[in-house]
């Protein structure tokens, strides 16, 4: 079975498809999966940013980063962006080829066979999977500290915060994709529009010698303390990827997206560049904003909320307060993406492996797969309710979990970056030579940043999360050997969504690239 993925035994007899045969092709692939071409690339790109939510994770992630690389937080971000556009471009160069509601497991799965994608499939949804309690968790914390702060609720209770916000996010995810995309264009954007103009202030500040230490603005930022070499920058930039995390969300609506071999790469282009510049550019604000010192990067480590401890410090209280509610709405956002993205992976599996499962089944009235979307809300609600039994705090939870979904994706990127290295290698012909090199670059940043997480150890919890990922990968693992059937019928799902040529001779063959 694998082998008809990975030889080609048939084509087709001409890979031009006019615009009338790939409309025919739209209408087909809408009515056999039942997802509706509702998307613009705006919707795509909304879609992306929602789940990546940069006023979340600016919001939270340079404290964890600072606790391991002291000022240069923004150093890790640029490695991390660096690392992700490299990522990038093999989601970007596969997206012009094939459009699938299932993200990485289609993009694995057809071009390194059946159980590759189920493997890399299912890394991805451990990722989405725990991006949605993760980002539920942060939303209860920031809107605890919000109502608090401004005595609305001071004696807040986060986890009932958070199950309420879980409610409302499966309402919303279980609408139509029109909808959900817009919310989360409007979230977005109007809680980064807050912190840029927080940034703003903070560098007039800087420039005018006015702020801590009187020390200004300084490049000092972009280099480790002494002592501190590159693998301190690896080791922090997993929370530059925890920022990233999401960027590739847009590939998930590949079916629902009007157009997808130009929107999807487009917004995934547009998401990576964007947030990259964005992340690298706050983060600097940030550490220089604390004083870019072994002080001021230990304030930084320790702060429960650096951006709104800034506020506080170069604005007033209030524009404090402001951001919290921000974050809490961007949490809101990612949760949404990140539920959406997961259900309807989840439904692409399913649909594959499973044809006659409820979970491979759409909502006829919204168009989305509520099934699916039920079995991650319910999971999430027990992930929130057991970390308020241990008692861990809110943005401490996140970090723990979204460290476990980052390592997890960042197996998937691995797998899609050789399968597009496989795809490139096939089509050299009209491939350009140096385009091989992005995929193997991005190859060995993953390997490395993996590496880092298991040797030299991390400290207590850290070091257990890459064990706890290997768990949940060794799962697909196991059932592929208990249900040698399953890849077969996985084949002939993706063979079906994806127009490929079905034999006599294998159950799949690659078909020439539709372009």
């Not at 057991?386 to 979990?401: C, F, S």
């Amino acid at each position: 079975m694998t082998a008809g993925f990975r030889s080609l035994v048939s084509r087709k007899a001409s890979c031009r498809l006019t615009d009338e045969g790939s409309a025919m092709k739209t209408e087909e692939s809408a009515s056999s999966t039942g997802l509706r071409r509702e998307l613009k690339i705006w919707g795509a790109l909304a879609l992306s940013i929602g789940l990546m939510s940069p006023a979340l994770a600016m919001s939270a992630s340079g404290a964890g980063a600072a606790g391991i690389v002291g000022r240069a937080v923004p150093l890790a971000f640029l490695f991390a962006g660096v690392a992700v556009c490299l990522v990038a471009f093999g989601f970007i160069y596969l997206s012009r080829y094939y459009s699938h509601a299932g993200s990485v497991y289609g993009f694995t799965g057809i071009t390194l066979g059946p159980r590759a994608g189920f493997f890399s499939g299912w890394a991805l949804l451990g990722c989405y999977a725990m991006a949605t309690p993760g980002s539920l968790i942060a939303f209860g914390g920031f809107l605890k500290l919000f109502l608090a702060g401004t005595g609305v609720w001071p004696h807040a209770n986060y986890i009932t915060l958070t199950l309420i916000g879980g409610a409302l996010v499966w309402l919303f995810t279980a609408g139509e994709i029109k909808t959900l995309a817009r919310s989360l264009l409007v979230i977005e954007c109007t809680s980064v529009a807050v912190i840029v103009v927080l940034m703003v202030v903070v560098v007039v500040h800087l420039a005018g010698h006015s702020g801590p230490g009187h020390l200004g603005l300084t490049p000092s930022v972009f280099v480790p303390p002494p002592g501190l070499g590159f693998h301190a920058v690896a080791l922090a930039a997993v929370f530059g990827f925890l920022a990233f995390e999401g960027f590739e969300a847009a590939a998930s609506v590949g079916e629902e997206t009007q157009n997808p071999r130009k929107s999807i790469p487009r917004a995934l282009t547009i998401s990576v560049l964007g947030a990259g510049v964005f992340f690298v550019l706050c983060m600097t604000v940030q550490s220089l904003a604390f004083g870019a010192t072994a002080s001021g990067a230990s304030q930084f480590a320790k702060s429960a909320g650096p951006l709104f401890q800034i506020a506080s410090s170069y604005l007033a209280s209030g524009v404090g307060h402001v951001l919290e509610l921000g974050a809490a709405c961007s949490a809101f956002g990612s949760a949404l993406g990140s539920a959406a993205g997961a259900s309807r992976l989840l439904f692409a599996i399913t649909r594959d492996a499973a044809p006659s499962n409820p979970l491979a089944r759409i909502w006829g009235r919204t168009g989305a797969p509520a099934k699916a979307l039920a079995v991650l809300m319910v999971f999430s609600f027990g992930v929130n309710i057991v970390e308020q039994i241990l008692g861990t705090a809110p943005l401490t939870a996140w970090g723990y979990v979204g460290t476990i979904g980052v390592l997890a994706i960042i197996v998937a990127y691995l797998m899609v970056n050789v399968g597009a290295l496989k795809h490139m290698y096939r089509n050299h012909e009209q491939v350009p030579r140096w385009h091989l090199v992005l995929p193997v670059a991005a190859i060995v940043a993953l390997a490395y940043v993996l590496y880092s997480q298991v040797y030299p150890v991390p400290a207590s919890p850290f070091n257990i999360f890459p064990y706890v990922v290997a768990a949940w990968l060794a799962i697909p693992l196991v059932v592929v050997l208990v249900a040698p059937g399953l890849a077969k019928r996985i084949g002939r799902g993706l063979a079906r969504e994806e127009g490929l040529v079905i034999s006599e001779t294998s159950e799949v063959a690659e078909a020439t690239p539709q372009a």
